[in-house]
């Protein structure tokens, strides 16, 4: 049976057409939730659980839906009927969230007539061209405050990549940035060099930033968990680093083989995996603890975090919640990982922390569900 090409493409945009109101519907829910909730302070954290999203995606979801509900409701509506892609939707909050009341009701009309059938780079730029026409000084200071949001920032990827970003910069220092990087590549790109153009304004720009020109390299600390025999070359187990997640053995290795590099026993339980040892006794007893809490955590232990454990604060509590200024007992069993933002949660009303006797941490939230996290046993 031929198939029909033109009704497979109809079928495509029916179910892209659905997707959206199914979108629009969960923004809509995202403002009623916030709406809901008596403490503004964790309602995006409660979210990323609820719904398996990063901290960061989703307190933009709760920027946006309440951006697009309350200021571009016209916009918003395209979405939920299915006219729009909320990709599209998203660019005009994006670009205009900063107008003012008044301002934004002439943007979301104005781009309520034009956003059907536009990508969100479309959108994007259409939406800029009107945002400057409504308000032709503010357009100029947002420009200004951008540029003072400027941030360089880490992504981590899959399999031992990751990626590096520079946000906001000034867009003439941008560009002559990327101009001198490329300019140095395509020096080295002789008829011997195998590498691409792109592999060579990544090393270079790599060793621009890690201070190679200025005859060092700055050093890192970070927690790379690598078994003996995979080290050894005698088999090819992946390894983990901490923040990042499993890389290929051989990366470990090379890592592993930097002049700089130090070692450190790790000892686990051969039933669960679990750290319990830490080798080379050189640190005091509670900094030792610390380490070994640490190293047995690898990241954070709120459900989904993933920012390594060397930069978390670390806290005490038993099975009844009660922290270290309530008479806790100090032990690996009752001692865990948090980065700073997610410590700061145990201050807010109706989050509760609890370390059961296994070692789990158990966070039950302000709408009363409970989440579990346990450190990911080496070797398994």
Not at 108 to 129: E, F, H, I, Y
Not at 132 to 155: I, K, S, T
Not at 351 to 356: P, R, S
Not at 367 to 376: G, N
């Amino acid at each position: 049976m031929e198939t029909n090409i033109e009704e497979i493409l109809l079928a495509l945009k029916s179910t892209a057409a659905e997707m959206a109101r199914l979108e629009g519907r969960l923004l809509r829910q995202v403002v009623s939730f916030t709406r809901a909730s008596k403490v503004r302070r964790g309602v995006a954290e409660e979210l990323a659980l609820a719904l398996c999203l990063t901290k960061s995606k989703a307190h933009a979801l709760v920027g946006r839906a309440e951006g697009l509900a309350d200021r571009f409701p016209q916009v918003l509506r395209l979405v939920e009927e299915g006219h729009v892609p909320l990709a599209s939707a998203v660019a005009v909050n994006d670009a205009a969230a900063w107008l003012d009341a008044g301002k934004a009701v002439v943007v979301d009309r104005v781009m309520a007539g034009r956003l059907m059938g536009k990508n969100p780079t479309q959108a994007r730029r259409s939406t800029n061209a009107a945002v400057a026409r409504a308000d032709p000084e503010g357009f100029e200071e947002r420009a200004r405050r951008q540029c003072e949001a400027r941030r360089f920032r880490l992504r981590h990827g899959v399999a031992g990549v990751a990626g590096l970003s520079l946000d906001n910069a000034p867009v003439d220092r941008a560009t002559a940035a990327y101009v001198c990087v490329d300019r140095l590549a395509r020096r080295l790109k002789t008829g011997d060099e195998t590498r691409t153009l792109d592999q060579l304004r990544a090393d270079v720009a790599m060793d621009m930033l890690v201070g190679k020109q200025f005859g060092g390299e700055v050093k890192a600390h970070v927690y790379l968990y690598l078994d003996a025999l995979t080290y050894a070359g005698l088999r090819d187990r992946p390894a983990e680093l901490a923040g990042h997640g499993v890389i290929p053995a051989s990366l470990a290795r090379d890592i592993a083989a930097g002049p700089k590099t130090v070692f450190q026993r790790i000892i686990t339980d051969p039933g669960t995996g679990q750290v319990v040892e830490l080798g080379r006794r050189r640190y005091r007893p509670k900094a030792g603890l610390a380490e070994l809490v640490r190293v047995r955590d690898r990241e954070c232990r709120h459900p989904g975090c993933t920012r390594p454990a060397q930069f978390a604060d670390l806290d005490h509590c038993d099975s009844r919640g009660r922290g270290w200024k309530k008479g806790c007992r100090t032990g690996p069993s009752t001692l865990v990982g948090l980065c700073r933002a997610d410590h700061r949660l145990r201050d807010v009303p109706g989050w509760e922390h609890k370390v059961t006797p296994d070692g789990t941490l158990a966070i039950t939230t302000p709408a009363k569900q409970t989440y579990r996290s346990r450190p990911e046993p080496l070797g398994r």
